[in-house]
């Protein structure tokens, strides 16, 4: 009897120790999904607090939308007017030059109209507005022929007529220099591509070695002689501008309708323009050196 009580005690006391062990491993489950659980709460509170800053950035941008809405409303009411015509935007862009005051190197270098917009920009103005259209034009040839009507192109001699400025701006200067300068290119297109890559690099004096050791030395000195100050222009000498920029220009000025593609009809624009504005007949062969 007493062996079978000491036996029944042992059982219990063995139950016990794993009813014990048992527990334990429950609490330490328990635990451990306590745990996990604390770890999913703190992650959606942090996905709540990102969806409540987006929430109100959406907002922010709906209200600055709003804003911008009011501040170019004259854009929503005249683009259709400045698209259809744009005798308003070619005399923007002729005041923006100021050619009254600058000569035509100066007013380009100085003009607001060809700031390079890469992205989507606010317009604070109508300039910014003007600027941007400028900028993001397509200046394929066929696109360029559609955009320069004839009623487009007298508007533009127009503001050349009946005035000295084409002559006293440099701008018939700059144009039968351009005009060489074309011409002075035939036959070495793979030389406009490297211009136009060194342009980009703003690496002036790489630029000017390279128009000189590439083109015809007579050629050259033809240019330059008609950009000097003395042939160039009676405005006030502006000593950053040197005729030495102004080569260098009219040579990244070729080698970017090159690239654009555009060239042929450009140049046939330019003489086009001569022969509407110019007093007298385009002579490109009677510079003395």
Known sequence: ???KAIVCLLLLVIASCNNDKNSKDKITELENQIKHQKIINSSLEKYNESLKNS????????????EIKKSISFIITESLDILSDKKEMIQYIFNDFNLKNYDVRRGIA?????????????????DDYYSFIICKIDRSPENLRKILTPQVKDNIYNLFKNNKIYKESGSEAMLKASLLVYEDLQGYEYILEEIYSVAKEEDYDKLSELVSKTFNDRDLKEVQSILKY?????????????????VSYLYTFWARRHHEGNADYVYELLKEFHTNVATEELVTDDIEL
């Open 1 to 3: 009897m007493i062996k």
């Open 55 to 66: 929430k109100k950035h959406l907002e922010n941008k709906k209200t600055e939308s709003v």
């Open 110 to 126: 100085n003009s607001f109209s060809f700031l390079s917009y890469q992205d989507f920009c606010t317009f604070d103005t109508k």
């Open 230 to 246: 003395e042939n160039y222009t009676s405005y006030k000498i502006e000593d950053y501008l040197t005729s030495e920029s102004r």
